[in-house]
């Protein structure tokens, strides 16, 4: 795959043809701004230099296959100064043909170990590989109204881990980290209540992936792909974290 990249030092353009391609499936970057769209083939070129893709079983890595996962991985750094400096931690990126069934174990309070089977479409690991599945990174074209994204949700995960904690808070200096914790609190406690009524009573389920009720990490997570694949409904649902992922995602200069 893309082997004219493998030794360079300059990442070469990515193709017109296959470039072209791949904003047709994933509308949300084909409606950047034309100064944006550059940048982000510039950024998906540099991550098809530096990352390593492996496919799981014998999943073929394509040409289609690594531009999909590069262009909508770099999405997330389109503004932050350091580019791809954010994912220097790792370089491998591995692709299954499907979802993955993950074997978990737990330990509980009273030292029991608890064992079970989570069926997962991607996961990130700190300092280690991103693995994905490629049926829901395709299936990513199609569900952008529902803000459901696997790539930009992997790639969150490992923006927040960079400073060490999978806490749904991004590197930041300490006041401005205090501010932000507050905030993803309150809308996490919002949006976790809001599941639990959907669960046990029967009300509407809140917009985007349940997923988010997890943990404040996985919350980030999810409202990263809202925010990245469908902004309007992002800031009508969550208002109070639109400035702030603006804030951080798109610094002032
Ligand atoms: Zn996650």
């Not at 991550?47 to 909508?72: P, W």
Request: hydrophobic content about 45%; proline content about 5%; charged content about 25%.
């Amino acid at each position: 795959m893309f082997g004219w990249l493998r030794g360079l030092r300059a990442a070469p353009a990515i193709p017109e043809a296959a470039w072209q391609a791949t904003l047709r499936r994933y509308r949300f970057l084909a409606e950047l701004p034309e100064a944006d769209g550059m940048r982000l083939r510039e950024l998906a070129a540099l991550f098809l230099r530096d990352k390593r893709f492996h496919g799981a079983g014998d999943f073929a890595i394509t040409d289609e296959v690594a531009l999909a996962i590069a262009a909508q991985a770099v999405r997330p750094l389109l503004h932050l100064p350091g580019g791809l400096d954010w994912y220097d931690d790792f370089v491998g990126i591995v692709v299954h043909a499907g979802e993955v069934v993950a074997r978990r174990r737990v330990t509980d309070v009273d030292a029991v170990v608890h064992e079970y089977d989570e069926v997962i479409a991607g996961e990130a690991m700190e300092h280690g590989p991103v693995m994905l599945s490629w049926q829901d990174v395709l299936a990513s074209s199609v569900t952008t109204d529902d803000g459901y994204n696997v790539v930009i949700h992997e790639f969150a995960h490992k923006i927040d881990m960079r400073d060490g904690a999978v806490d749904g808070c991004p590197p930041l200096p300490p006041a401005a980290r205090t501010t932000w914790l507050n905030l993803m609190q309150t809308a996490y406690e919002r949006f976790r209540e809001k599941t639990i009524l959907a669960d046990r009573f029967g009300a509407e389920p809140p917009w985007l992936d349940a997923y988010g009720a997890e943990s404040i990490g996985e919350f980030f997570a999810v409202t990263c792909e809202a925010y990245f694949v469908n902004r309007a409904r992002f800031g009508e649902e969550f208002a109070e974290l639109l400035g702030l992922f603006d804030g951080f995602f798109r610094p002032a200069r």
